[in-house]
Protein backbone atom coordinates (compact mmCIF):
# COMPACT_ATOMS: atom_id res chain seq x y z
CA UNK A 1 0.00 0.00 0.00
CA UNK A 2 1.75 3.59 -0.98
CA UNK A 3 1.19 6.57 1.25
CA UNK A 4 -1.94 7.96 -0.73
CA UNK A 5 -3.87 4.54 -0.51
CA UNK A 6 -2.36 4.81 3.35
CA UNK A 7 -3.87 8.26 4.23
CA UNK A 8 -6.64 7.85 2.26
CA UNK A 9 -7.41 4.67 4.58
CA UNK A 10 -6.47 6.57 7.61
CA UNK A 11 -8.90 9.46 6.87
CA UNK A 12 -11.98 7.19 5.93
CA UNK A 13 -11.89 5.52 9.29
CA UNK A 14 -10.89 7.58 11.79
CA UNK A 15 -11.24 11.04 10.21
CA UNK A 16 -6.86 12.09 10.71
CA UNK A 17 -4.19 11.04 9.07
CA UNK A 18 -0.20 12.04 8.96
CA UNK A 19 1.75 12.30 5.79
CA UNK A 20 5.18 13.88 4.49
CA UNK A 21 4.57 15.69 1.15
CA UNK A 22 7.60 16.63 -1.11
CA UNK A 23 8.35 19.01 -4.02
CA UNK A 24 8.48 22.69 -4.34
CA UNK A 25 5.23 23.57 -6.00
CA UNK A 26 3.22 24.93 -2.72
CA UNK A 27 6.49 27.10 -1.87
CA UNK A 28 6.72 29.36 0.57
CA UNK A 29 3.24 28.12 2.32
CA UNK A 30 4.56 24.18 2.52
CA UNK A 31 8.26 23.48 2.49
CA UNK A 32 9.42 20.25 1.30
CA UNK A 33 9.14 17.48 3.39
CA UNK A 34 7.06 18.92 5.53
CA UNK A 35 4.48 16.53 7.82
CA UNK A 36 0.90 17.19 7.29
CA UNK A 37 -1.76 16.61 9.31
CA UNK A 38 -5.31 15.83 7.95
CA UNK A 39 -8.36 15.77 8.75
CA UNK A 40 -12.07 14.56 7.23
CA UNK A 41 -13.95 17.63 6.84
CA UNK A 42 -17.58 17.62 5.71
CA UNK A 43 -16.92 21.00 3.55
CA UNK A 44 -14.12 22.24 1.50
CA UNK A 45 -13.57 25.63 1.12
CA UNK A 46 -11.42 27.84 -1.45
CA UNK A 47 -8.12 28.25 0.36
CA UNK A 48 -7.74 24.78 1.85
CA UNK A 49 -4.71 22.90 0.91
CA UNK A 50 -6.31 19.28 0.52
CA UNK A 51 -5.85 15.76 -0.26
CA UNK A 52 -7.77 14.92 -3.25
CA UNK A 53 -7.79 12.85 -6.58
CA UNK A 54 -7.75 14.87 -9.98
CA UNK A 55 -7.81 13.49 -13.38
CA UNK A 56 -7.30 9.96 -11.84
CA UNK A 57 -4.16 11.14 -9.71
CA UNK A 58 -3.48 11.35 -6.58
CA UNK A 59 -2.64 15.46 -5.31
CA UNK A 60 -1.21 15.30 -1.27
CA UNK A 61 -1.03 18.82 -1.33
CA UNK A 62 -2.95 21.50 -3.39
CA UNK A 63 -5.19 24.76 -2.66
CA UNK A 64 -8.74 24.80 -3.71
CA UNK A 65 -9.26 27.75 -5.83
CA UNK A 66 -12.56 28.08 -7.11
CA UNK A 67 -15.79 25.99 -6.59
CA UNK A 68 -19.02 24.93 -9.15
CA UNK A 69 -22.02 23.40 -7.88
CA UNK A 70 -21.67 20.86 -10.77
CA UNK A 71 -17.86 20.68 -11.26
CA UNK A 72 -16.72 20.08 -8.03
CA UNK A 73 -13.43 22.38 -6.65
CA UNK A 74 -10.87 23.51 -8.72
CA UNK A 75 -7.22 22.38 -7.92
CA UNK A 76 -4.44 24.31 -8.11
CA UNK A 77 -0.63 24.33 -6.38
CA UNK A 78 0.97 27.86 -5.05
CA UNK A 79 2.23 29.48 -8.27
CA UNK A 80 -0.93 29.23 -10.37
CA UNK A 81 -0.73 25.78 -12.04
CA UNK A 82 -3.84 23.70 -12.04
CA UNK A 83 -4.92 20.28 -11.92
CA UNK A 84 -8.26 20.39 -12.39
CA UNK A 85 -11.75 19.69 -10.93
CA UNK A 86 -12.40 16.93 -8.82
CA UNK A 87 -15.20 16.61 -6.57
CA UNK A 88 -12.63 13.55 -4.86
CA UNK A 89 -11.28 15.35 -1.45
CA UNK A 90 -10.20 13.08 1.14
CA UNK A 91 -9.22 15.59 3.48
CA UNK A 92 -7.38 18.91 4.39
CA UNK A 93 -4.42 20.00 5.63
CA UNK A 94 -4.67 21.79 9.21
CA UNK A 95 -1.27 21.79 10.55
CA UNK A 96 2.19 21.74 8.60
CA UNK A 97 5.36 20.82 10.87
CA UNK A 98 8.97 20.72 9.43
CA UNK A 99 12.07 20.17 11.35
CA UNK A 100 10.07 19.68 14.71
CA UNK A 101 8.64 23.79 14.24
CA UNK A 102 5.32 24.57 13.10
CA UNK A 103 5.16 25.83 9.45
CA UNK A 104 1.58 25.74 9.28
CA UNK A 105 -1.67 25.67 11.13
CA UNK A 106 -5.52 26.65 9.94
CA UNK A 107 -8.15 25.88 12.22
Same mark, same amino acid.
Given at each position: ???? !????? !?? !??????????? +?????????? +??????????????????? &???? +????????????????? &??????????????????????? +? !???????????
Amino acid at each position: MNKY !ERLKN !EL !ETTGTGKMKAF +GTSMLPILKS +GTLLTFIKAPEYAIGDIVF &CKVK +GRYIDAHKVIKKDTNKG &CLIANNHGYENGWTKVIYGKVIA +G !EFENRMIYKKD
